[in-house]
């Protein structure tokens, strides 16, 4: 289905094989996508001890070639994106010119003047309008490849063992945030180490047509060492364990990178303008003196789940707001993320609470994230 039908949600190349496996549909962001197979918690537990299948082609992917890609990237993007060598990726954002987050994004070099930008699929439009827009005055091109890419990860710390399996690119020397061509299962793919689970893992870019052999043999290759197909549902579980930023919940429009306590993505010392430097220059400043709410853990010390928007309270004040919230299936407890006022930001304050409808729930501020895994 075309990105430009807006009329019923787009299905992705595993969309059958989904259904057949008995998967609870939901829609996401125009997407019908996988929500679970069975049971989240195990989905979960999966990824955190063997390794998980994730279908995640409805992630927005534009290809920006050209002599003057890497200045146009830099003009268009926070980041240092001419820096980054051929193989590799950087985590950056896109902001509007008065600073505020459009969408976070991971740029892959894939050759000498090419890059692939991966966009959230809520923000892929907004994304592909903005690079274009910018792209005025630069020997560039921008161009939609959301069509031409279905997009599988494995993720878990078998994944290594069973990507190995089906090909015989160089793994062992694939550093986190790096990409490198390959067959994987006689498939084509951009084999990326890169994921949004906390755990070691692999993100694989493939033709719409080979994803079903590649998720078959994936499948095959994996249930010796127990991975599962896994849905959008504990992917959500398993990025609020590893303290991993989501647009809509903890970025936004409303808040610029050193908001989200992420201004190190902004690099003021690159060559030439960018939009949004003036106003994030100010932001810089601002937060340095005038420090903002501060992102959070907040672990519960009841049953009691919190949710994006409850208040986060402290001797009958509000003193933030819940980005995130769910219960945390590796601690056992509910877990969240949270805005703080930055004096009651330290692990350990005491008096905090969240209003879960009225009622002031303790919690216990904890550093991000709440899990890491063991090297």
């Known amino acids: 289905m075309s990105s430009t039908d807006s009329a019923a949600p787009r299905r ?5 094989l989904h259904r057949s496996l008995g998967a609870t549909m939901t829609d996401f962001a125009g997407w019908d996508m996988p929500l679970r197979y069975g049971s989240e918690r195990d989905e979960h537990v999966a990824v955190r001890t063997a390794a998980g299948l994730f279908d995640l082609s409805h992630m ?9 890609a890497a200045r146009l990237l830099n003009h268009a993007l926070v980041g240092n994106i001419a820096s980054v060598g051929p193989g590799r990726a950087r985590y950056t954002m896109i902001c509007r010119a008065d600073g505020g987050i459009l969408d976070d994004l991971i740029v892959y070099r894939t050759a000498d003047t090419e890059y692939l930008v991966v966009a959230n699929a809520s923000n892929a439009q907004v994304v592909l309008d903005a690079l274009r827009e910018r792209a005025a005055g630069f020997d560039a091109e921008v161009r939609d490849d959301r069509d031409a890419y279905a997009l599988i990860a494995v993720q878990g710390p078998e994944s290594p063992g ?3 399996s089906l090909t015989d690119a160089d793994l062992d020397g694939l550093k986190y945030y790096a990409g490198l061509p390959g067959t994987v ?10 994921g949004y689970t906390g755990e070691d893992g692999f993100e694989l870019f493939v033709k719409p047509e080979h994803a079903v052999q590649l998720w078959q043999a994936l499948t095959e290759a994996g249930r010796p060492a127990g991975l599962v197909p ?6 959500d579980t398993l990025r609020l364990e590893a303290g991993m930023p989501l647009y809509g919940h903890e970025l936004s429009a409303s808040l610029t990178p050193f908001d989200a306590g992420l201004g190190r993505v902004v690099k003021f010392d690159k060559e030439g303008d960018f939009v949004g430097r003036e106003a994030l220059t100010e932001a810089a400043a601002r937060a340095e003196s005038d420090p903002p709410r501060v992102l959070v853990g907040l672990v519960a010390e009841g049953r009691r789940v919190p949710r994006a928007g409850y208040p986060v309270v402290a001797a009958g004040k509000v003193i933030g707001e819940v980005t995130s919230g769910a219960p945390s299936p590796t601690l056992g407890r509910p877990i969240a993320m949270a805005y703080v006022d930055a004096a009651h930001s330290a692990p350990g304050t005491a008096g905090v609470g969240v209003d879960i409808r009225g009622s002031h729930e303790p919690y216990e501020v904890v550093p991000l994230p709440f899990y890491k895994r063991q090297k």
């Open 12 to 16: 992705t190349a595993l969309d059958a």
């Open 60 to 68: 927005g992917e534009i290809t920006v070639t050209g002599p003057e």
């Open 162 to 164: 069973i990507l190995k």
């Open 185 to 194: 299962a006689g498939v084509p793919a951009l084999i990326a180490r890169t």
């Open 230 to 235: 896994c849905g959008l549902s504990c992917r």
